[in-house]
């Protein structure tokens, strides 16, 4: 799964929408440019993503090259997953006559339709393909299910994952990933093969052959287990993986790669902040009978810096963590791999979190505004996804808090993640495990992330969590608003606020409650006239940041 996303989705849809009809200009290459261009292209702030390699072995920096060679053609072949009509369309848009915002936006979003509007063409007038490049585009879900019931035998190669569905003579046919981009994966197992040979880390070579392997047969059970038992300082994610892009059915699964690189620093302070959660679940403010001292076998969380991305992770919004493998039987056996993608997190932080502060944040004071805070809450947020109730006994009966608060969910375990995750760095702060300036800068950075998030909307599981925060410490006091409508914090009623905030959160997980989840929903999760207000000042700033990396020069 990626997080990315989905949210910025809806709020672009917002913004577009509200943007006044445009005409379009008729240009040469017969295609029709809208007229909006410009600013469509403006909405992705250029960002070059460096990354530290200096601590590698030369093994492992000759096996990067390979690596982003491979991840290359993972891009060539996303392009055509992503439109069959993309080998043909790109020298047109090539040869467009100045027109850059158009290159652009075309290679942001590997075809002519806008990915932050629903797919609307702003080149040429050809419809979207729902089923991207993986069915036949004069083929309907209807004629799809037909061919099925008549062909049973079909139906596992139909649906797979990893075929690609076309027409010939005799009616519709699926052709395995392995068959249909057999000179691409030939090339890319070459490429995973020479890495593999010049790492030195026998993990990372071990996955590596695995994943060659698979390209030729399309089963790579085997290699995602490798994945999981990767430790290296080299992250590599390639192959079939998402199937978002597959509008039609969901079926199909795009290439992409994400070739990264941990530092040691940042694996020395997840490891640190790892080491505290036994201690951090008996530090939550609710009685020891609702505290779970047996989650400790969790997933694995990672920090790496992005090297180079290919294919399907590099089109629209960008992610900033991922969770793999989506192999369920991988995650039964291995559990799953949670990746957070620091310097992305750090460009959008930059591009889109520091202008927020400037807005939202009385004048003078978005100095206060610090990466390493915002960068601590994020690891903490994640880490405290993995404490407190998770399986829970409601009067005798065994069940988990995800089915007792149902659609609400999502909203307040977002919302318990984020309490949790501040508390926790005043927690640590008290013995020194966290810096005191992380703390000092903490209340204002915080302050200023409720805008990037409340930006989603209260409709998505994040914005709602968020909104539910941001009025809860309002009505403590904890936040305020000045006579310019500008937001700021009280630290120095921060951490009481938050003792509060998590330990209701906590409660209503223990207990199972969804009537005071409800509750929560219907007294704080309601966007107040102050909120919109400042909400309403921030159609400017960025959506998200088109990644330069240097590597690829
Ligand atoms: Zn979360």
Avoid at 116 to 134: K, S
Avoid at 270 to 299: T, W
Avoid at 302 to 323: H, K
Avoid at 404 to 427: I, P
Wanted: one cysteine or more; aromatic letters at 10%.
């Amino acid at each position: 799964m990626k997080l990315t996303g989905l949210m910025v989705m809806f709020l672009m849809i917002l913004t577009v929408a509200c943007a006044p009809q445009t005409e379009t200009t008729s240009i040469d290459q017969g295609l029709e440019i809208t007229a909006d261009i410009e600013a469509r292209r403006a909405q992705f702030v250029q960002k070059e993503m460096t990354a530290d390699v200096a601590h590698l072995s030369d093994g492992d920096r000759t096996a990067l090259k390979h690596l982003v060679a491979a991840a290359r053609i993972m891009d060539e072949i996303f392009t055509v997953q992503a439109w069959a009509g993309n080998p043909d369309f790109s020298p047109k848009v090539a040869a467009l006559d100045g027109r850059q915002a158009a290159k652009d936006y075309y290679r942001i979003m590997y075809g002519p339709w806008d990915r932050l509007v629903a797919f609307e063409p702003f080149l040429g007038d050809d419809e979207h393909p729902e089923g991207a490049g993986y069915y036949p585009e004069d083929m309907g879900e209807d004629e799809f299910k037909a061919w099925i019931e008549a062909h049973p035998e079909d139906n596992d190669a139909f649906t797979s994952l990893h075929t690609m569905i076309r027409r010939d003579d005799d009616g519709l046919k699926a052709i395995p990933y392995a068959e249909f981009f057999s000179e691409e994966l030939a090339r890319a197992a070459a490429e995973l093969r020479a890495a593999g040979a010049a790492t030195d880390n026998p993990t990372l070579k071990d996955f590596l052959e695995k994943r060659a392997a698979a390209f030729g047969t399309d089963d790579y059970y085997e290699s995602d287990l490798a994945w999981m038992d990767l430790d290296s300082p080299i992250e590599v994610v390639i192959g079939p993986y998402e199937t978002y892009e597959d509008g039609l059915f969901g079926y199909k699964a795009a290439f992409e790669s994400f070739v990264c690189v941990a530092q040691p620093e940042d694996s020395k302070r997840l490891a640190v902040f790892m080491g505290q959660l036994p201690f951090l679940e008996k530090s939550l403010p609710i009685p020891d009978q609702h505290k779970n001292f047996n989650r400790g076998s969790e997933s694995p969380i990672r920090v790496v810096d992005e090297i180079f991305t290919g294919g399907d992770c590099r089109s629209g919004v960008q992610t900033l963590a991922f969770n793999l493998p989506n192999d369920e039987r991988v995650r039964e056996a291995k559990g799953s791999k949670k990746v957070l993608l620091k310097n992305i997190i750090q460009a959008k932080y930059e591009a889109i979190l520091a202008p927020i502060a400037q807005a939202v944040l009385p004048e003078g004071t978005a100095e206060n505004l610090d990466f390493d805070a915002y960068f601590h809450f994020i690891l903490m947020h994640e880490l405290s996804h993995g404490l407190g109730p998770g399986k829970i006994t409601l009067e005798g009966r065994e069940t988990e808090v995800r089915l007792e608060l149902k659609d609400l969910y999502s909203a307040m375990e977002e919302a318990k993640a984020d309490a949790l995750g501040v508390l926790n760095l005043y927690v640590l702060a008290d013995s020194g495990v966290v810096g005191a300036e992380i703390i000092e800068h903490l209340p204002w950075t915080f302050t200023a992330g409720i805008f990037r998030t409340a930006r989603f909307g209260t409709t998505e599981a994040h914005g709602l969590g968020i909104v539910i925060q941001a009025n809860y410490l309002m009505d403590k006091g904890a936040i305020a608003v000045d006579e310019n409508g500008r937001f700021y914090p009280k630290p120095e009623k921060f951490r009481d606020a938050f003792v509060d905030l998590t330990h209701d959160l906590l409660m209503l997980q223990a207990e199972g409650s969804y009537e005071k989840a409800q509750a929560m929903v219907d007294q704080y999760g309601v966007v107040t006239p102050e909120l919109a207000a400042a909400l309403g000042g921030l159609s400017d700033i960025p959506v998200d940041v088109d990644p330069v990396f240097p590597l690829e020069m």
